[in-house]
């Protein structure tokens, strides 16, 4: 059984950092796609950033460019995603997700629980 577990989550100032982390279990091989999503109320999910693990190529959402970065541990059991300059606009629900296709939320077939990431002015 494939799980996917975020945390790192919490209550930052505006211009703050967090670094997220997402540990995934029952799966012995690697991942194709991992990214990171993110949905606020009353919002549609929405893609930030995702790791093709076969080459680490990256890919962000505009809006966060320059300011988060996703990366990957090298027994591919974890990833990371690094927000820095964190602004009230990027609170949300943040999930990890797993065997899909750069950040279109609906081709992705595992997902995590959520970690909450509140950001005040």
């Known amino acids: 059984q494939v799980q996917l577990v975020e945390s790192g989550g919490g209550s930052v100032q505006a211009g703050g950092s967090l670094r997220l982390s997402c540990a995934q279990a029952g799966y012995t091989d690697r991942w194709r796609y991992m990214g990171w999503f993110r949905q606020a109320p009353g919002k549609e999910r929405e893609g930030v950033a995702a790791?093709?693990?076969?080459?680490?190529?990256?890919i962000y959402a505009d809006s966060v460019k320059g300011r988060f970065t996703i990366s990957q541990d090298n027994a591919w059991t974890t990833v990371y995603l690094q927000m820095n300059s964190l602004k009230p606009e990027d609170t949300a629900m943040y999930y990890c997700?797993?065997?899909?296709?750069?950040?279109?939320?609906?081709?992705?077939?595992?997902w995590g629980q959520g970690t909450q990431v509140t950001v005040s002015s």
């Open positions: 790791i093709y693990t076969g080459t680490r190529g990256t």
């Open positions: 997700a797993a065997e899909g296709a750069d950040l279109r939320v609906g081709t992705y077939k595992y």
